[in-house]
């Protein structure tokens, strides 16, 4: 299993896009990384937009992010609130200066930007929010999957194939 010994944060708040938490949590899961699902309270219940629930293992204060080898950001709703953490800033900036895999997906583009890493990053995302990205610094593109450096973005659910995929290599390579 190539990602055997890779630790890896996946970001939990309500109203996450189940299919964007689930999809490359179960796919990292199945080529041999320890996923942690983290969010503001340990061993709590958060639910997805569509109401699928998930427990926590920790919380945000709980982490350090120097113990993980990447981190993944679902869409949904849950960025807008994922965002004005400050201890999930932290861990995404800490993860950005170690050139750390950092998979984001349709919204979770809003936590990057709060973070303030993606100037003169090449991005996607959700379209609903690429004038933000851009506004943030970003050259936004319109395609499945994109890979700059460290940083693997993508559009939406119909992409978690490729995305999910992207994340394990860019985490195989660390």
């Known amino acids: ?59 945000f204060d709980d982490i350090d992010p120097n113990d993980f080898d990447g981190i993944l950001v679902p869409g949904g709703w849950a960025p807008d609130k994922l965002r004005r953490y400050e201890p999930v800033l932290n861990m995404v900036r800490a993860m950005d200066a170690a050139q750390k895999p950092i998979g984001h997906i349709c ?21 609903g929010i690429r004038d933000d990205m851009v506004n943030a610094g970003a050259a936004w593109v319109d395609e499945p999957v994109v890979v700059d450096g460290h940083i693997i973005s993508s559009r939406r659910p119909p992409d978690l194939p490729l995305y999910a995929k992207a994340f394990c290599d860019a985490l195989a390579g660390t």
């Open 1 to 59: 299993m190539r990602l055997a010994g890779k630790k890896v944060i996946a970001l939990v708040e309500n109203e996450f896009e189940d299919l964007e938490l689930w999809y490359p949590v179960l796919r990292a899961r199945e080529e041999g990384a320890e996923v942690v699902l983290v969010g503001p309270r340990a061993k709590a219940e958060y639910k997805g937009k569509y109401g699928v629930p998930v427990q926590t293992d920790a919380a």
């Open 107 to 127: 919204h979770a583009g809003w936590v990057l930007i709060s973070a303030g890493i993606l100037r003169g990053k090449r991005v996607t995302s959700t379209p």
